[in-house]
Nanobody, 120 residues
């Protein structure tokens, strides 16, 4: 089992920045791919980006490319989502999730989510 806990959400003005953290406990975290997802009110959950187990490869959806950066520190069992140039449409609950495979269709473990609100 892997337990994931997100933190770092909050209220920020458009153009501002936030850094979300995804702290893991349980089984060896470094063996897992970690993805970030978000869900806005009334919308389906959306994939945001992912990072491989070593942190050497990342992938982002077009809507966040160039603004968001995913990194990880396996020694601290933590993955980060740095969000810059935030827009009101980035408002959502953000979740991290862990999977064994790169670009997995299904993720095994999920955090509880952290709210990000971007005001205009």
């Amino acid at each position: 089992q892997v337990q994931l806990v997100e933190s770092g959400g909050g209220l920020v003005q458009a153009g501002g920045s936030l850094r979300l953290s995804c702290a893991a406990s349980g089984r060896t975290f470094s063996g897992y791919v970690v993805g970030w997802f978000r869900q806005a009110p009334g919308k389906e959950r959306e994939f945001v980006g992912t990072i491989n187990w070593s942190g050497t490869d990342t992938f982002y959806v077009d809507s966040v490319k160039g603004r968001f950066t995913i990194s990880r520190d396996n020694a601290k069992n933590t993955v980060y989502l740095q969000m810059n140039s935030l827009k009101p449409e980035d408002t959502a609950v953000y979740y991290c999730a862990a999977a064994r495979d790169w670009m997995a269709k299904e993720y095994e473990y999920w955090g509880q989510g952290t709210q990000v609100t971007v005001s205009s």
